[in-house]
């Protein structure tokens, strides 16, 4: 398998001219105060997962080099998007909502221009198949169509006075101030989007930095950020985030924390904060997410979303199977199924038609993912597909291991890669306290056809994670479903609709109910005096 895979890799001449990339990028500038200026100071080189043959050996392609800022750029970038804020009486705090739709729109069309670069980035910088990259596109416009819809119609309801006991009242919602904006490696481009976007139109200013993989990727939509935004709106803070980050948190001027990742991570970021109650956090963290398989499942529905569930993308996503509970009395069946699934799947290039296991983009992962085998096997676990945790260069062969039991590593870490653990279990109580105990409390897949079954686990998860999925994987669609998590698994409520309330507060202007004050407020609403009180309805 070690053999077949290293074949992966093709010569130059053997990539479709669409996806070649016959320069690499230079990325000598960074988006600040609404210019691309020029960096002269150091580079760091994005090199891709993928690896190609030259002159008759492996290397992993140079995509670019994108600027490795200092801290004292990191911080300019601060002044300017607080200058931008300007305590909420900046131009696009202050902007009405029309004005701020108007902007996104446009940003949108933009972007959508600079599909074919950002899907070729996508592929070469973290490994993700075509189809996969065109659907994260894809998806992240839709998403950005949703948040407007979405807004619009929040505004609708906002747009009429209120008057009880006597006061007169319009209750809308006003920004919060600087949002430090940070999306994942495995969804750069839309897990970036889900917060950027409603931070950017309830009127926030931005600070942007890219996740460690999927760096180049911003490079094309810098000119739409740039000429869609007022100056500081949005700004790239780019470099090595364990330097940079710290003084920006440090300086008590971030106002909401934008976070997809680790816990740890987050942890460590919110600490540093001198102002901890002026932090307002949005966070998107790890998972460790279990499908439960009974007795009555139907066994080829379980084991073609469990497959799904657990290797899309390389099973690099936070939604993904992490691990596996199935009834002994179908453990052997299922195994069974799982293998020749994980079979049949093709391993190639991101460009390859029908590709579903490509290389990982974290050069340390292939070790780390061996070190949980060999964990699991040294405690009586085996890999039962062949070929399972096979590597060469950047590629693992998707690794079955069973049975798994809580003496494993594997059995309590989200391994974040393609190893799949399969746990057997008699008693159902054995899952339910798998899943009270865990550290984590995102989401859930239940594979059954027993309705009291079916109804004792809901009731039994429901206060455990915040999604029950029944005969079907773990996902975070549709966008307009609510997306959370407890424990350690995320902060605020990420959806379309709740994405625009988490990046921004309730403020009522309030008045006595007499004669003089409904002159002024008719005055000020009739007269068009004010962005914030105000009655227009947007269609």
Request: aromatic share 8%; with cysteine; charged share 20%.
């Amino acid at each position: 398998m070690k053999n077949k895979i290293a074949c992966f890799s093709p010569s130059h001449e053997e990539i479709p001219a669409p996806y070649r990339i016959d320069a690499p990028i230079r990325q000598d500038y960074y988006l600040i105060n609404g210019e691309l200026r020029r960096w002269d100071g150091p580079l760091q080189e994005v090199v891709s997962p993928v690896q190609v043959k030259s002159a008759g050996k492996l290397e992993n392609e140079r995509v670019g080099e994108a600027p490795l800022l200092s801290v004292e750029a990191a911080l300019e970038a601060l002044d300017v998007a607080v200058s931008a804020y300007h305590n909420g009486r900046g131009t696009w705090p202050t902007m009405s909502v029309g004005e701020r739709i108007h902007c996104i729109t446009r940003f949108s069309r933009c972007v959508q221009e600079k599909r074919d670069e950002v899907v070729k980035l996508l592929m070469w910088e973290i490994g993700k198949s075509l189809k996969e990259a065109q659907g994260e596109f894809d998806r992240a416009i839709a998403y950005i169509r949703d948040t407007v819809e979405a807004l619009k119609e929040l505004d609708r309801v906002s747009s009429r006075f209120v008057i009880q006991q006597g006061i007169i009242g319009q209750i809308r919602r006003a920004p919060l101030g600087v949002v430090l904006c940070m999306g994942p490696y495995n969804f750069p481009l839309y897990e970036t989007f889900t917060t950027l976007i409603p931070s950017l139109v309830m009127g926030n200013t931005i600070l942007l930095k890219p996740p460690r993989f999927g760096i180049l990727l911003f490079a094309p939509l810098l000119e739409a950020f740039r000429d869609c935004f007022p100056p500081g709106v949005v700004n790239t803070v780019y470099g090595d985030g364990e330097e940079v980050l710290p003084p920006l948190m440090a300086s008590g001027r971030v106002d909401v924390l934008g976070f997809i990742g680790t816990h740890k991570v987050a942890d460590a970021l919110r600490a540093i904060h001198p102002r901890p109650h002026r932090l307002r956090c949005v966070l998107g963290l790890d998972a460790k997410n279990p499908a439960i398989v009974l007795p009555d499942a139907d066994l080829k529905l379980a084991v073609e979303e469990c497959l799904s569930g657990a290797l899309s993308f390389n099973g690099q996503r936070c939604t993904a199977l992490k691990i596996i509970f199935v009834h002994k009395s179908i453990a052997g069946d299922f195994i069974k199924g799982m293998a020749a699934g994980i079979a049949a799947l093709p391993c190639g290039v991101p460009w390859q038609e029908g590709v579903a296991i490509t290389a990982l983009p974290e050069p340390e992962k292939p070790e780390y993912l061996e070190g949980l085998l060999t964990d699991a096997k040294a405690h009586g676990a085996q890999v039962v597909n062949e070929g399972g945790g096979a590597r060469s260069g950047s590629y693992f062969f998707p690794a079955l291991l069973y049975p798994v039991t809580p003496a494993m590593r594997v059995y309590h870490e989200e391994q974040f890669g393609p190893v799949v653990p399969v746990v057997v279990y008699e008693d159902i109580k054995e899952t339910i306290d798998y899943v009270v105990n865990s550290n984590y409390g995102q989401q859930a897949s239940i594979f059954g056809q027993d309705d009291e079954l079916l109804a004792q686990l809901i009731d039994a998860l429901v206060n455990q994670v915040c999604r029950i999925n029944i005969n079907s994987k773990c996902q975070r669609s549709p966008d307009s479903f609510p997306f959370n998590g407890r424990k350690n698994s995320a902060e605020g409520t990420q959806s379309v609709a709740d994405a625009l309330r988490v990046f921004s507060i309730r403020i009522v202007v309030a008045a006595r109910e007499t004669d003089a004050n409904r002159e002024i407020i008719t005055s000020i609403v009739r007269e068009r005096k004010s962005h914030f009180l105000s009655t227009d309805y947007m269609l």
